[in-house]
């Protein structure tokens, strides 16, 4: 595979990763509540899973089904608003030593797998994205070009994320009170990207 069309398509996805969305949302709450790495990790989950049906070619048939992908968008944009209105109901304080035991790192990360493998929106931009920097006359098979880009992506996303987790904690470690306001805003960012989806796909 041409590593000019890997560093094209990393290009993209950098720009895409640094549109503020969901994702963001929900790693700044992580971040504030030192949750970064497995916020960070669900993430990555989600979206490998979301490569692992496009390379599939699963992807295509989803897509080509205006059922499944209603039902996939519901699902998502649902699932996105009553997360993020628990997160504006409960904004994210720099956490206590309480905290720290009785949150779940597993259940953060299932989280991170909901916000971006539950997202139709992320299946549809692999769908468009990740054929036009494929090969069809090179040497490796379509799927594997299709691995290759959508590992690119998912790496990238880890370390944007992780940084962005870090700083979020780092700038807000000294101003609970904008912590919390902050942590009430990523969570009505992602209430409102949930409606949108709906609004997009019912309206």
Not at 3 to 14: E, K, R
Not at 78 to 92: D, N
Not at 138 to 147: C, D, F, H, R
Not at 152 to 162: D, E, K, R
Request: glycine share 14%.
């Amino acid at each position: 595979m041409a590593t000019g069309s890997v560093l094209a398509f990393w290009l993209v996805a950098v720009l895409l990763i640094a549109v503020p969305g969901a994702d963001w949302a929900f790693t700044i709450g992580a971040g504030l509540r030192n949750r970064s790495m497995p916020a960070v990790g669900g993430l990555v989950l989600g979206y490998a899973g979301i490569t692992l049906v496009v390379a599939a070619g699963v992807g295509a048939l989803v897509a080509g089904s205006p059922a499944i992908l209603t039902g996939l968008t519901a699902v998502g944009g649902v699932y996105l608003i009553v997360h993020g209105a628990t997160t504006a109901a409960q904004p994210a304080a720099l956490p206590t030593a309480t905290d720290r035991r009785t949150r779940s790192a597993w259940g953060t990360v299932a989280q991170g797998i909901g916000v971006s493998g539950l997202n139709p929106k992320g299946l549809l931009v692999f769908l468009a994205l990740l054929p036009q920097f494929t090969d069809p006359r090179g040497t490796w098979p379509i799927a594997w070009q299709l691995g290759v880009l959508g590992l690119t992506f998912v790496l990238t996303c880890a370390a944007f994320y992780l940084a962005l987790g870090h700083l979020a904690r780092t700038v807000l470690l000294a101003r609970p009170a904008v912590a919390r306001l902050t942590g009430r805003a990523a969570g009505l960012g992602m209430v409102a990207v949930g409606a949108g989806l709906l609004v997009e796909r019912f309206g």
